[in-house]
């Protein structure tokens, strides 16, 4: 257990590394932001969930994705409302509308992607 | 708008903006599969999406940007705040693209081999990304 959460630790930061350095040298940057939303945690996820649970129980985490993506759309354009509209800290404002990724994310799941029983 | 490369913008950066972005990409790997392993991939499956190195991005952006303009005897506050919220714009474009990528995996990945699936929907993401992010320029 220990050695594949290190293994995963590795390779998660590994890939978002290399999607933030693509992000950090393209311009203009509202194109370096749509880094800002690669698929980087989920490619490093979902190849060693394959390995580990098999390709049903990672389309499952595909899954739910969906809800995730939405909220981060949420999440991304309230962001750039706030920065826009207010002076207020960069990193103050992208904390503190996590909170709505998360009400977003399970929202959305549990609406439209939670089989009723 | 004409999209280019600008590779001295790596020497910007510090060793330790590196290896906090590591630090947060290695973290919510390892948090998205302990949770998984502990609710189930329905739950796991949101955290794929989690705005993990989102606040660092867009501060180091913020910063860069307030830097430069320093340099050059301006204040460069403000311009900083907006380039941190035209990166959350940008995001936000390509966080449609992420649905598409999470879309075509839930649907493929049983049927297909899984390194063609995920090298398939990556490419998918970067194509409609750009293709998005062109129709909202032209806009």
């Known amino acids: 257990m220990t050695v594949q959460i290190i293994i995963r630790f590795l390779i998660g930061g590994l890939v978002v590394s290399v999607f933030a350095v693509l992000g950090d040298v393209l311009k203009p940057k509202s ?8 698929p980087s945690v989920a490619i490093a996820t979902l190849s060693l969930t394959v390995i580990a649970n098999g390709k049903l129980y990672a389309a499952g985490e595909a899954r739910s994705m969906i809800a995730g ?11 750039c409302q ?7 800290n960069v990193l103050a404002v992208a904390c503190f509308i996590i909170p709505v990724w998360f009400m977003a994310a399970f929202g959305i799941w549990r609406l439209f992607l939670v089989s009723p029983r | 708008m004409k999209i280019t490369v600008n590779v001295s913008a790596l020497g910007r950066s510090r060793w330790y903006e590196y290896a906090v972005r590591f630090f947060f990409g290695g973290a919510i790997t390892v948090c998205a599969g302990l949770i998984a392993h502990r609710y189930g991939p329905g739950v796991g499956g949101l955290f794929l999406a989690f705005p993990a190195i989102f606040p660092s ?7 860069h940007q307030k830097q430069k303009k320093e340099r050059a005897g301006l204040q460069g506050e403000v311009r900083g705040r907006e380039c941190a919220g ?3 714009a940008g995001a936000a474009l390509g966080s449609i693209a992420l649905l598409i990528f999470a879309v075509l995996v839930w649907r493929l990945l049983p049927n297909h081999p899984a ?6 929907a990556t490419m998918a993401w970067l194509a409609s990304a ?8 032209a806009v």
Do not use: N
């Not at chain 1, 194109?31 to 690669?38: I, K, T, V």
């Open chain 2, 57 to 63: 991005s867009a501060t180091l952006v913020a910063k």
């Open chain 1, 82 to 88: 706030v920065l826009m509209r207010r002076r207020w």
């Open chain 1, 69 to 79: 993506s939405a909220a981060l759309l949420i999440y991304t354009w309230l962001t």
């Open chain 1, 31 to 38: 194109f370096a932001g749509l880094f800002g939303a690669a």
């Open chain 2, 130 to 137: 750009v293709a998005i992010w062109r129709i909202r320029k």
């Open chain 2, 115 to 120: 390194w063609l699936v995920l090298a398939g």
């Open chain 2, 86 to 88: 035209l990166e959350a």
